[in-house]
Structures are given as structure tokens and as C-alpha cells.
């Protein structure tokens, strides 16, 4: 089993920043790639940013030069640096680690509010 725990959310206002930290324990040999998601109120859970354990990102359009995403596989952890922050930004989000079994297993952290006021 791997356990995710998220912290960072908050309220912010449009254009403020925010960063989330997601830190893996247990058997965190079997990650492969982490990211993160969110779900907003009434819309279905949608991928944000993820990174490969090599590095390599991928972002959702609407959040690109926008949120950045990074690894420190040293402590387990991955971030997400969110600037310039929209109302439409404002969701629970979620950490997600897939597994490198096949099939895939995804695990997922407990969610963290975040709140963008105009």
C-alpha cells in the first residue's frame, strides 16, 4: 500500500499563489508517475499536472504557465506551485500516484480545499 498526504490548500484571492505538497509513504518503490487532480462542485475529477519519475511534466491547458509541478523522489514528496490563481481554479484537488504494476493501480491522497475569491 502507498499512503498520499496532501497539504498547502487554502483561500486566496485571483492572482495570489499557492503551494500544495503531497508526501508518499509505504511502499513507495511501486510509484511510477504522480500528479495531481481536482474536482470542482457539479464537474468530474480532471487531471492538473503530472511528472514521470524521470522528470518529465504534462499540464492541463488550463493551467499551464500557470501551476508548475515537481519531484523530490529523495523525500518522497511532489509539489505543485500554483501562481496566478483564478476562480476557476478553485476545487478540491487530489494527489495521485500510479503504480508501475500492470494493470495499474492508482492510489489517491484525501483532497485539499482550495478557494480562489475574485
Known amino acids: 500500500q502507498v499512503q498520499l498526504v496532501e497539504s498547502g490548500g487554502g483561500l486566496v484571492q485571483a492572482g495570489g499563489s499557492l503551494r500544495l505538497s503531497c508526501a508518499a509513504s509505504?511502499?513507495?518503490?511501486?510509484?511510477?508517475?504522480m500528479g495531481w487532480y481536482r474536482q470542482a462542485p457539479g464537474k468530474q475529477r480532471e487531471l492538473v499536472a503530472s511528472?514521470?519519475?524521470?522528470?518529465?511534466?504534462n499540464y492541463a491547458d488550463s493551467v499551464t504557465g500557470r501551476f508548475i509541478i515537481s519531484r523530490d523522489n529523495a523525500k518522497n514528496t511532489v509539489y505543485l506551485q500554483m501562481n496566478s490563481l483564478k476562480p476557476t481554479d478553485t476545487a478540491v484537488y487530489y494527489c495521485?500516484?500510479?503504480?508501475?504494476?500492470?494493470?495499474?493501480?492508482?492510489?489517491w491522497g484525501q483532497g485539499t480545499q482550495v478557494t480562489v475569491s475574485s
Open positions: 495521485n500516484a500510479a503504480s508501475k504494476t500492470f494493470p495499474t493501480f492508482h492510489y
Open positions: 509505504g511502499r513507495i518503490f511501486n510509484i511510477n508517475d
Open positions: 511528472v514521470t519519475s524521470g522528470g518529465a511534466t
